[in-house]
């Protein structure tokens, strides 16, 4: 057998000390807790428990301080005051019982050994003395039980609460709830849902609208007159854009003459907006008798800002379907027909999308639109638990809490969160809490007080039982009650009522 001593830091929580138990490779291993250690709940050590369990190994706290070990016996784990009393006492299981032998021979039935108590007789007259006998007691009996007093006491149980956080492992591989491993069966359910989500798009982009106008001068080359008609094209050429324009009228040019007509730009936007001296460039025929020159900038060309589609608005309206489909799908499983005729319930924080089977939108990323609509269809599983399961291991938990003299009289589970997932296996905490009420076995009660005085017996039963008020006694009839002031010796005659409030 492989033992490992592993003497654990302040900074050591249940995750650390999981990875020391995986990494330690040994049968037994004793952990050694400080002072100023984070280990302090009860789910600590729990943790701790399973992460043992998974590898293989036995597992022991051993600690000063007496809450952290109590904490650890809670969960199933052996502890100890110091590495001496680790060492000497025996805490690992074994599996080696001797079975239980007989010390004496059984006893044997000699056929007919009652014989000699029995001689021949008429049986016929024995049993009708018998009857008669029998009859006579009857009689007797009831005229002894018309004048014998009877006393009628009633107890008020004393009540406490008791509570406990259960981590709860969801399986989908076993049948059976077990309050031992804390192990609950559950079954996935699937069903698919579809909708569609329209959201505002919060994105901004600037549309062109608006064109550029301003002049340009032509110089006639020719030693004749020319006319540039209307819509000649000219264009800059000393910035780094190409903007080209259209004249809006002719110019009538005299030979070695100039002239100026107003131009627009071609495309709307700012890029229309040029400064002095960049038109220079005459396109088509005109080129051949002109030269063109803006002596003033262009103006006037820009846009407007418009609602664009964004990314964001993408993720804001899948997660706001999602959530609407996994409320629809939810619905969808509680009408489930395994659900209803099996009596489960969804646990809805196993809830998950296990297949997206469609999603597409009505715009692209950039494009201008108010609105974007999301169209999805998902396939979406969730776990589903007997609700008596969880009152199984919530009783359990809930017996090692409960008083000395007490019995666990009502168990009510509330279920919680999702702690771990993995594969087919879920760990789910259960919130348990019940009603212990005092343990009075009304048999007990008679004999305690039987022949004593009302005085003496109120405060027997007071000493014995944790009750909520004086218990109360009443003898009767009256008249000889008056006259014995006892409680019949006879348990018959004692009537013992439990008040559980």
């Not at 830091?9 to 990494?23: C, F, H, I, K, R």
């Not at 330690?24 to 701790?48: K, M, Y």
């Not at 956080?165 to 192990?183: G, M, Q």
Request: glycine fraction near 8%.
């Amino acid at each position: 057998m492989i033992a490992r001593i592993i003497h654990l830091s302040e900074n050591d929580d249940a995750a650390s000390v999981a990875d020391n138990l995986e990494w330690a490779n040994a049968n037994r291993v004793v952990l050694v807790v400080p002072p100023g250690s984070p280990l302090r709940t009860e789910l600590d050590f729990a943790r701790i428990t399973r992460a043992a369990r998974a590898s293989g190994c036995e597992a022991a706290i051993v600690s000063g301080n007496r809450s952290i070990r109590a904490l650890a016996n809670e969960v199933g784990l052996a502890s100890f005051a110091s590495m001496d009393n680790a060492a000497t006492r025996e805490w690992m299981g074994s599996d080696d019982v001797e079975p239980l032998t007989r010390q004496t021979a059984p006893r044997r039935f000699q056929p007919n050994s009652l014989r000699r108590f029995f001689p021949s007789r008429n049986w016929l007259g024995i049993a009708s003395s018998i009857l008669i006998g029998l009859v006579t007691l009857g009689v007797m009996g009831l005229a002894i039980a018309a004048i014998v007093p009877s006393a009628t006491i009633t107890l008020t149980a004393d009540k406490t609460n008791v509570s406990a956080i259960v981590p709860v492992s969801l399986d989908t591989a076993v049948t059976r709830p077990s309050a031992t491993t804390k192990v609950v069966p559950a079954q996935r359910v699937d069903v698919v849902v579809g909708g569609a989500m329209t959201v505002p798009a919060t994105g901004k982009k600037d549309v062109p609208k608006f064109k550029a106008t301003g002049q340009v001068t032509f110089f006639n080359i020719l030693a004749q007159p020319y006319t540039v008609p209307r819509n000649t094209v000219v264009r800059s050429s000393a910035t780094g854009n190409v903007v080209r324009f259209i004249t809006l009228g002719e110019v009538a040019l005299a030979p070695g003459g100039q002239g100026s007509v107003g131009i627009e730009a071609i495309e709307e936007g700012s890029s229309g907006n040029v400064p002095a001296n960049t038109i220079n460039v005459i396109e088509g025929v005109p080129s051949i008798a002109a030269r063109a020159i803006n002596l003033g900038g262009t103006g006037g060309g820009g846009g407007e800002s418009v609602s664009a589609v964004t990314n964001d608005d993408f993720v804001r309206a899948r997660a706001a379907l999602r959530r609407q489909l996994v409320a629809q799908a939810s619905d969808l499983m509680a009408k489930n027909e395994k659900v209803v005729n099996n009596g489960l319930y969804v646990l809805p924080d196993t809830m998950f999308v296990a297949d997206v089977q469609d999603e597409s939108f009505d715009r692209f990323v950039g494009e201008q639109a108010q609105n974007v609509t999301l169209n999805m269809r998902l396939q979406i599983a969730g776990l589903a638990i007997q609700p008596t399961d969880l009152d199984v291991i919530a009783r359990g938990a809930l017996a090692s809490r409960v008083p000395r003299g007490f019995d666990l009289l009502d168990v009510s589970t509330e279920r919680g969160s999702v702690a771990e997932e993995g594969g087919s296996d879920i760990e789910y905490f259960v919130n348990a809490s019940g009603i212990a009420g005092t343990r009075i076995d009304e048999e007990s009660v008679k004999k305690l007080v039987r022949g004593k005085s009302p005085a003496e017996a109120i405060k027997i039963l007071s000493g014995a039982y944790p009750l909520k008020s004086t218990p109360k006694i009443v003898i009767s009839p009256d008249w000889l009650a008056k006259m014995l002031d006892r409680i019949p010796l006879a348990p018959m005659r004692i009537n013992v009522k439990v008040v559980r409030e």
